[in-house]
Each structure stands twice: as C-alpha cells, then as structure tokens.
Nanobody, 122 residues
Framework: VQLQASGGGLVQAGGSLRLSCAVS????????MGWFRQAPGKEREFVAA????????YYSDSVKGRFTISRDNDKNTVYLQMNSLKPEDTGLYYC????????????????WGQGTLVTVSS
C-alpha cells in the first residue's frame, strides 16, 4: 500500500488548509485511516482517525472542533480539513493506514505516507 500526502503549505494563524492522502489500493475501504503530525523537536503525535465506512471519527483534544477528517472511498482518498490554525499546529503531517487497528497509537499503523509540511505563522 502506498500513501501520498499533499496539501501542506504556509498559512497565517486563523487560516485553513486541507490535506489529502491518496491511497494506491483499490481495497481502500478495508483500511482505517489516520493523520499524525510531528512538530520540530517533538515526537510524532496522533491527530485524527476515521473508520472504514467513515461513520466514526476520532480526534486529539488539541484539534477537536477545528479539524475534520473525512474520506472519499470512490477516490481512495482521506482528507484533513484544518480550520482556525494556530502556530502550534506547525509540523510535518503524515497519513497512516491499517487493516485492523483504529485508534491513536502510532505503532499500530502498518502503512505510512511521506508527510506534508504545514507551517502556521503568527
């Protein structure tokens, strides 16, 4: 499985960005999808996850109410809509996938994309 994240960039605080992650497999609907991020000098952390059908979503407390994860199973793509961005949202954003695990533990995800950089200026 190959994951290709895109959509990162430079944005001012309070602005919005939408990240996309395209997945190579036609069996995309079998995968739980997640987003993680890594700020400079910090460990990678969970941001959001979405179950196979899209019926359930999970968020870290730091992004809840500002970010929305969604998926388009016809396009094999998962999205992360980020609103009201803050400088502390700056980091490299990774998408991840797994057939069985649907939670926030980084080590449980079996497949990872290369990351897309989000920079939020104050």
């Amino acid at each position: 499985v190959q994951l290709q994240a895109s959509g990162g960039g430079l944005v001012q605080a309070g602005g919005s960005l939408r990240l996309s992650c395209a997945v190579s497999r036609r069996t995309f609907t079998r995968y739980v999808m997640g987003w993680f991020r890594q700020a400079p000098g910090k460990e990678r952390e969970f941001v959001a996850a979405i179950r196979r059908s899209g019926s359930s979503t999970y968020y870290s407390d730091s992004v809840k109410g500002r970010f929305t994860i969604s998926r388009d199973n016809d396009k094999n793509t998962v999205y992360l809509q980020m609103n009201s961005l803050k400088p502390e949202d700056t980091g490299l954003y990774y998408c991840a996938a797994d057939l069985f695990y649907d939670g926030s533990k980084e080590d449980e995800y079996g497949y990872w994309g290369q990351g897309t950089l989000v920079t939020v200026s104050s």
